[in-house]
Every structure is written in C-alpha cells, then in structure tokens.
C-alpha cells in the first residue's frame, strides 16, 4: 500500500521568475512581522497612558524578554534550514521528521528557559542600574511572560517551520488572529474594564501570553492534520539524537548571535536608563515605529532564506546567489524610501504617543541618525538570510555579535560617556555600528562560503 505523499501547498521556489518568488513569499512574512510588532505597540499605546515609569519598564524589560525568545528564535533557525533543503530536495518525510524533532526539542528547552528566567530577571534588572520603581513595574510584567515562555515558543516554531516549505501565508493568518485577540484584551486587563481585575502593566504581559499561546497551540495542531506542506505524526516526536545534534549545531549558532544581540540592547537600555527616564521613554517610542519600518527588510530576509534553502537544497547555488541580489535590491530600495519619510515625519510620530517636548527632543534627534542607517540595515537582514537559509549560521551569529559587541557597544561606552555625548553619542554609534556591518556582510558574502548544503544526498527527481 502506498503512502500519500504530501506536498506543499504553495508553488515551487526552484524555477521562475526570482524577484516574483521574493516578494510572493515576503509579502505574508512582512504583515506577519507588522502584527508582531504590534504586540509591542499596542502594549506601548496603552501602557503609556499608565505614566512615564510604566513605559520606561516596558522598555526596560523588552530586553530581557527578547533574550529569552531569541534563545527560541535561533534554534528554529535550524527548522527553516533543513525544511527547505529538503523540501527542495523533494524528500518529504525527512522535512516532516526534522519539524518534529525542533518541535520536541524546543518544548524542553522553553520550560528550562522559563525557570531560569523567573530567578534571573530582578538581578539582572539590578546590575543594569534601574531605579526601585522601573525594577518593581518591570518585575510585575516579567513574572507572567516568563511563565508563557513556552507557549510563545511555540510561534517562532510554527512560523519556520512553515517558511521552510515555503508558506508564507498560514503564519500570517495565525498571526493576525493572535493580535486582534492582544488588542482585544488589552485594556481590559491594563485597566480592569469590565469584571476583570485591574493589573496594570501586568495585564499587558497576561494579554499577551493568552492570544500567542492561542496562535502557537492552533498552529502546532494545523501541522499535525496534514493539511499544509508539513504533516507531523506521533512518531516524528520521538527524538532522533542525530538530527537533534544536526538541529543544536545550526541553530545554536543562531540562538548565540541572536542572544548576542539581546544583551547587547539591554545593556543599551542600561546605558539609556543611567542617562535619564526621558531618554529610555523616546528610545522605547521610537524603537515601536522603527520596527514598523524594518518589517519590509525583515520579510524580504526571511524569504530570502527560503528561496536560498531550497535552492541549495535542488543544487541550484547560481539560482540563490541571484535569489539574494535581488533581496538585497528590493530591500535597500524599500527602506531608502522609507528612511525620507522618517526624517520629515520624526517629531509627529514621536508626539503621537507621548506629546512630552523633552521626549519628542531627544526622540526626534534618534530618528534622524537612524533613518540614515535603514538602507544599512537592509543589507545585513538580506545576507543574514542567506547563510540562515543555507544553514551557516556561524556567519549570521557573526554579523549579529559584530555589529553590537564589537562595534556598538564600545561605540557606546565612549561617545555616550567617555567623550561625554549623552544620548547624542547612543544615536552615532547606531549609524556607524549598522554602516561598518553591511560592509563586512557584503564582504564575507561574496566568497561563496555559503553555497554548500547541509543535508546530505542528491536531490530526488522530480514526478513525472
């Protein structure tokens, strides 16, 4: 008796026309990407009507969260790369059994995380010099995130392992209801409205762990029905030691570059935090539409990873390194145009959450250093999706821990406080961090280092 075989819902990404595959498969991941984003906007607008200490924790603590989730983030990483080679490959089981294998590893690795987050936090909090008040305020909120650690895994997991077969736009649904839901509850839980308790900055944590546990359990079960390009049965849970090492090796790399990065923005917020509540609110505002304005870069990284696992997986490496010149084309283009809005725009967007002159001062000089640095930043998400794609993610842990630790963070440290800046020497060292990576990423890319697969065998051939 012969076993369905199943395929992926959407259309090859080994043929035709690449600028087409791009933005076919960006498209969903940029919206997916905006509602995430979300997440912390919304959560900004409405926290921000609690105070300025409220906001700053906010801020203060996202850091911290993000470093957890990067943890998470990264191994996934693994998930998109061997989905995508092997689905390139035409070998659908071993991509069915490598999405089961992240999903089991990942569900131990939350719950450790969780724990270790739930001790670590006030430390940590204290060793960045927080005043008492944002330690409290920020305690409140990471309490309750930490506990849904494992649930908010669950969305980096179903959101790879979908990009790898290249579905974009089941994530993008599943996203969206996962929003519209934190939005919902939001101000219920903030403020008590209705029969619900009053929490404060707490409740924003408890709106946002519900509605991603709400988007992490329907799509884990979405994969177990065979009804998308990835159909999970039982058995591929059982773990497989060698692929478990295969998934540690790829995306321990990335979980390192991407955890790099998180500490290396809390100890920006630090640094922020010593300089003044003021400068760490404008930072937190202005983080919330620079993110918006990254989403294009980000999407167009991220399809450019699958159109690059793919590729390598049916040995078309010519076929990816064009995949990656067009990304870096769109991209740079995308966030140029964006980067003029930015800078006539910048003193409204910061007013329009917290119409404080000092806020939208030192806000609006932010913006004006950043926006120069977009195109920059565009760059480095394109190349960064590549080696992810091709699963060398030394080079993406690379280009993530030089851009912060060896260039920013010292940047940092001596214009912000050495030579005496402030906040202005925080904003220099953002534009020449970004400036100097895309550089050395466009370098280190042009070697072809990347091109070699990292699953083994020969691409199966394709039904006649």
Avoid: C
């Avoid at 010099?129 to 895994?153: C, Q």
């Avoid at 003193?347 to 932010?366: K, N, Q, R």
Wanted: hydrophobic share 55%.
């Amino acid at each position: 008796m012969l076993r369905r075989r199943t395929e992926p819902r959407s259309l090859p990404l080994t043929d035709g026309p690449i600028v087409q595959s791009l933005l076919r498969l960006a498209w969903p991941v940029m919206l997916s990407n905006l509602f995430q984003t979300l997440y912390n906007f919304v959560d900004r607008f409405w926290v921000a009507r609690l105070g300025s200490v409220e906001i700053a924790a906010l801020a203060l603590s996202w850091p911290l969260v993000f470093l957890v989730l990067s943890i998470g983030a990264g191994i996934t990483v693994a998930g998109t790369a061997l989905v995508a080679q092997y689905t390139g490959a035409r070998r659908p089981e071993e991509a069915n059994l490598a999405a089961g294998q992240v999903i089991a590893f990942t569900t131990v690795l939350a719950a450790v995380l969780a724990v270790i987050g739930l001790f670590a936090a006030r430390p940590i909090l204290t060793v960045m010099g927080a005043e008492s008040d944002l330690i409290a305020a920020a305690m409140s909120y990471l309490r309750i995130i930490y506990a849904g650690i494992p649930l908010m895994f669950g969305t980096f997991v179903v959101t790879a392992l979908l990009n790898g077969v290249g579905d974009t736009v089941t994530p993008m649904i599943l996203m969206a209801i996962s929003v519209g839901l934190n939005l919902l509850l939001d101000p219920f839980f903030i403020f008590g409205w209705g029969p619900f308790p009053e929490w404060g900055i707490a409740g924003a944590a408890v709106a946002t762990v519900l509605s991603r546990g709400l988007l992490a359990l329907g799509g884990i079960l979405w994969l177990f029905s065979g009804r998308l390009g990835i159909h999970l049965r039982p058995h591929h849970l059982k773990p497989r030691w060698g692929l478990i090492r295969r998934i540690v090796s790829i995306g321990g790399l990335a979980s390192i570059g991407q955890t790099g990065t998180a500490l290396g923005f809390s100890i920006m917020n630090g640094a922020l935090a010593r300089i003044g509540t003021v400068v760490l609110s404008a930072f937190a505002i202005g983080n919330a539409f620079i993110s918006i304005v990254l989403m294009p870069a980000m999407g167009i990284g991220q399809a450019t990873a699958t159109m690059v696992g793919q590729n390598l997986g049916a040995d078309r490496p010519d076929r990816a390194t064009r995949s990656v010149w067009a990304g870096i084309g769109i991209s740079s283009a995308i966030l140029f145009t964006a980067a003029v809005v930015v800078l006539f725009l910048r003193e409204h967007l910061i007013g329009f959450f917290l119409p404080d002159p000092e806020v939208i001062a030192v806000g609006s000089e932010m913006f004006f250093f950043v926006s120069l640095a977009f195109p920059f930043m565009g760059v480095i998400q394109v190349v960064m999706g590549a080696y992810q794609g091709a699963g060398h993610t030394f080079y993406s842990m690379f280009f993530g821990l030089f851009r912060l630790w060896a260039l920013r963070v010292p940047l940092v440290y001596v214009l912000g406080f050495v030579v005496g800046m402030g906040a202005s020497g925080v904003w220099w060292a953002m534009l020449g961090s970004n400036l100097a990576t895309a550089v050395v990423s466009i370098g280190v890319f042009l070697t072809g280092n990347w091109k070699r697969r990292v699953i083994k065998g020969a691409p199966e051939a394709a039904d006649a």
